[in-house]
């Protein structure tokens, strides 16, 4: 019993230390079959050190100092800095821990000197790469789209977690496809967005990663800098296999009998002739692997919240680089940016613009075995044999469909995530869902010789049924305007009102250090006067006004006529008179939001208001107005108020 208070107790000790002392914590990158980096930061004056060994109990082998290396702010006149936009005492060590076996499960542990840093815990562990060509199931996680460090994307990762456990299968690796680190990847958003919420994975399991749009921000392809390339160290010599690529934005690697190749399609020359395209040609011809996995940020294929018909990266993808990939046999292609799971029937040659089903689909089952059954393939990597795009663009952002993509077997709006395992001939993918249920499943069986005949007239899926946009209640008729439409009102963007959560909403409240502007407020859709760049950065827009009524007004006729998206809480002189679409709280602290777009204005009558009201003088009339997601591809908040007669 003693013991195990102690235990207990120990651990709690630990686990407090590792918040003190680690500003990133520990995670493993670019591991090989000899080979792992282990990562953090601190931003205390420390003496690294890193031990390991094959239990937990007995980490008797130590990373020689000059195997560790400790990068600082630029500002300290570095060599080799982090990016500036670190706080200047971040140090980040990486650790190259050397002379592994392959395939072998391995124990660490960090300490500060003589300091043991992290607890003795057997979940700080790595396992090495098999052999490159050794016949060693793999099974992997793949993630896109999911940087909001919101609660969907909680969701996800804890689904993929308690499954694995379920299980008894850990996963060997994650594969992340971009977007990582909303709205712009820089050092702060990587800390919270990324590293704190995935930290139980990542300080055992390699994530390998390819840069989206939003990491492109900050991030820069061409020469390796940004908050991007120092959270990840990606291959660049080939030291996982492959071909060395020179540059971490694009690399190859191997794991067992599987190839995987990351490219970045946002800011590289995406053309035949660019050093990307050139290096993936030359990369494939070498390979002599038998499965063969593609990843990048922007999808060939999809009609979610981005449309590959219309895109330039996604047009450049499809046209010119996924004809370099099916020539090199390519199996699967992972992507996301467009925010919804889309996974195609066996197709080759799609490549012309806009996107048909004609002549490119090999087989238009479902790919299920318990279903059509499994897609087939020749063994090896056999050119234009057929392969399977998905878009997993769904791990943590609003979700969103446009259309239907002439490709795709399964079209689903849901939160979620991939987990693929490859074992002998077969390649089997599943998408789970946040809540843990598995709403696809496919198969590639790789056997023998196959050839194919492109299906003259394939299965197409369902259309998108767009729902007809339905205005609320309609305002009484001949109401007299109170607040009319494009009136002038103050609003607080990008910060939350100072005072108690409703102090903003009184008549009395300061204003002075707002900002004036006409109604509609928002951005997106094209339908807002006073643009609020708010994507990406916030999700609650304040708005006040000031309005008299007549004398001999009937106070309960009153009446909210408004075009919003996605939710909003009015206040009349203070006191709260209305919520749509906000389940709890107010201001900051709301929570619990229901999509809607904005689809006209709808009147919302307000109910026993006439003790707040004050006839023939001063009432303030105050909105606040919140986005679902700080992603979302727009907001309105565009508000009248009438008066019934
Ligand atoms: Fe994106």
């Not at 500002?75 to 060590?93: C, H, Y």
């Not at 219309?310 to 450049?316: F, K, M």
């Not at 004609?358 to 056999?382: F, H």
């Amino acid at each position: 019993m003693k013991s195990l208070v102690f235990l207990f107790l120990s651990s709690l000790i630990a686990s407090s230390a590792i918040v003190e002392e680690f500003s990133r914590q520990p995670y493993v990158q670019l591991a090989t079959d000899n080979s792992i980096r282990v990562v953090w930061r601190s931003r205390n004056e420390m003496t690294p050190k890193v031990v390991f060994g094959t239990t937990v109990d007995d980490l008797s082998s130590e990373v020689p100092a000059e195997q560790i290396i400790t990068r600082k702010h630029p500002s300290l006149g570095e060599e080799n800095p982090i990016f500036k936009d670190a706080p200047v005492d971040t140090r980040q060590f990486e650790a190259t821990v050397t002379g592994l076996k392959p395939l072998t499960s391995y124990y660490y542990a960090i300490y500060d000197g003589d300091k043991r840093l992290t607890p003795a815990d057997s979940s700080y562990r790595f396992k090495t790469n098999p052999v490159p060509g050794s016949d060693t199931p793999v099974y992997f996680w793949v993630v896109g789209d999911s940087g909001t460090g919101g609660k969907a994307q909680a969701q996800v990762h804890t689904a993929m977690v308690e499954h694995t456990a379920k299980n008894g299968r850990p996963i060997d690796l994650y594969l992340h496809v971009g977007d990582m680190a909303y709205g712009s990847g820089t050092n702060k958003e990587f800390s919270d967005r990324f590293f704190k919420m995935y930290e139980p994975t990542l300080r055992n399991t390699v994530c390998w990663g390819s840069m989206g749009n939003h990491e492109g921000r900050t991030s820069k392809g061409a020469t390796g800098i940004g908050p991007f390339y120092d959270a990840f160290i990606s291959p660049t010599k080939a030291e996982a296999g492959g071909l060395p690529s020179g540059k971490e934005a694009f690399y190859s690697f191997d794991w067992g009998k599987v190839h995987f190749i990351c490219l970045d399609s946002h800011d590289l020359d995406r053309r035949p002739t660019g050093e990307m395209a050139q290096w993936l040609k030359a990369d494939l011809e070498k390979t002599k692997a038998e499965f063969l996995i593609a990843f990048f940020h922007h999808p060939p294929y999809t009609k979610g919240s981005h449309d590959s018909d219309r895109e330039g990266q996604l047009v450049e993808m499809r046209e010119h680089i996924m004809p370099i990939l099916e020539s090199g046999g390519v199996d699967l292609v992972f992507t996301g940016h467009s925010h919804i799971y889309e996974r195609s029937m066996l197709i080759d040659g799609a490549y012309q613009t806009p996107s048909v089903a004609k002549g490119v689909i090999l087989d238009d089952g479902d790919g299920d075995p318990a279903g059509d059954g499994a897609y087939r393939k020749s063994e090896g990597l056999k050119p234009n044999n057929g392969h399977v795009s998905i878009v997993t663009g769904h791990g943590g952002t609003a979700n969103r469909r446009s259309g239907t993509h002439p490709v795709m077997r399964k079209i689903i709006l849901d939160h979620g995530s991939c987990l693929i395992t490859i074992a002998d001939d077969t390649i089997k993918g599943e998408m789970l869902n946040s809540n843990g249920v598995i709403r696809d499943t496919f198969a590639i069986k790789k056997s023998g010789e196959v050839t194919h005949t492109v299906v003259e007239n394939p299965w197409q899926p369902e259309p998108l049924r767009r729902a007809q946009p339905q205005a609320g209640p309609k305002p009484p008729r001949n109401a007299t305007v109170i607040i009319d439409k494009n009136e002038t009102w103050s609003y607080l963007a990008g910060s939350h009102p100072s005072g108690d959560i409703t102090d903003w909403a009184a008549p009395d409240y300061d204003i002075s250090a707002w900002k004036t502007g006409k109604a509609g407020f928002g951005y997106g859709d094209n339908d807002d006067t006073t643009e609020i760049n708010m994507r990406g950065k916030f999700t609650t827009v304040y708005i006040r006004k000031e309005f008299q009524l007549p004398k001999n007004a009937n106070l309960d006729k009153l009446g909210l006529h408004v075009s919003y998206d996605d939710a909003f809480i009015a206040y009349l002189n203070g006191h709260e008179v209305h919520r749509q679409g906000v389940d709890k709280k107010q201001g900051k602290e709301a929570d619990g939001f229901t999509n809607h777009d904005a689809k006209g204005f709808e009147y919302f009558p307000l109910k026993g208001i006439s003790k707040i009201l004050k006839p023939g003088q001063k009432n303030v009339l105050a909105i606040e107005g919140h986005n679902v997601n700080i992603n979302s591809s727009d907001f309105t908040l565009h508000p009248r108020l009438l008066l019934a007669k």
